[in-house]
């Protein structure tokens, strides 16, 4: 009973209950709370993955004949058939399989993405200029307004001589700390989290609903930060204005 109730719970973590909070409109009015309540889906949706396989690969160790649990496979076949053995083996095969793809692709996407930011970040620092009193601003030759930020130790805001000479100093103040904003909560880790679980978990199984909700929810919260500086009206101007760009991945 414990296996299938956790079997069910990690159904609901993984199904519904997304689905159901990604249509919800309070998230995007309390983005710091909705994040936090993302993350313990998540982890309650893996912690009861692992519990299920585990209480179902509990039962290999059943008692024997003498009381005693079994401790060879022999004796566990000989209590619970071949059928229900290969069973029981399978499920803890699967909880160990889950186990491990969700260290591997944390692991995959970790390295990944800091090798590519750190491609990228020699780049803008070889083609960008660095205005002067500001070491972690680089601003490019390109026409098309553009503004992202590379996080990480190196911690680096890119913006482009469009977006500069499209926007007011009210509006790229606006936009500074909209990117600042991102490097100093460190919404980059807040994304690898659930992008390592997205790609762990196979495709029939996976919602994209997390993923996508915390990605807007993390623009939220930098938003937040960039009105409490400049004021919702520059904000919303500046936006606008570099809404057409694309972000380059891993910034």
């Known amino acids: 009973m414990s296996a299938l109730a956790f079997a069910l719970v990690a159904l609901l973590l993984v199904g519904p209950v997304p689905a159901l909070l990604a249509r919800a409109a309070w998230p995007l009015r309390a983005p710091r709370a909705a994040i936090v309540l993302w993350q313990s889906i998540a982890v309650a949706a893996v912690l009861s993955a692992f519990s299920a396989g585990l209480a179902i690969a509990s039962r290999l160790f059943v008692p024997g004949p003498d009381g005693r649990p079994t401790a060879t496979i022999t004796s566990e076949i000989a209590v619970l058939g071949w059928p229900l ?145 400049a004021g919702p009206t520059p904000l919303a101007r500046a936006l606008v204005a570099c809404a057409s760009a694309r972000t380059p991945r891993g910034a």
């Open 85 to 229: 053995w290969l069973t029981y083996i399978l499920v803890f095969a699967l909880t160990l399989l889950i186990g491990g793809r969700l260290a591997v692709a944390a692991v995959e996407v970790a390295v990944a993405t800091r090798r590519r930011r750190a491609h990228h970040r020699m780049v803008v620092d070889l083609l960008g200029e660095c205005p002067h009193g500001t070491p972690g601003l680089r601003v490019l030759h390109v026409a098309e307004p553009l503004a992202y930020c590379l996080p990480g130790v190196r911690s680096r805001v890119v913006l482009s001589e469009g977006t500069l000479s499209a926007l007011t100093d009210t509006e790229v103040a606006a936009i500074l700390s909209h990117e600042r904003a991102h490097l100093r909560a460190r919404h980059d880790l807040v994304l690898e989290a659930f992008i390592a679980v997205h790609t762990a978990f196979p495709r029939f199984v996976r919602s994209g609903s997390a993923l996508n909700a915390v990605r807007l929810l993390v623009e939220l919260l930098a938003d937040d930060a960039a009105v409490r500086t």
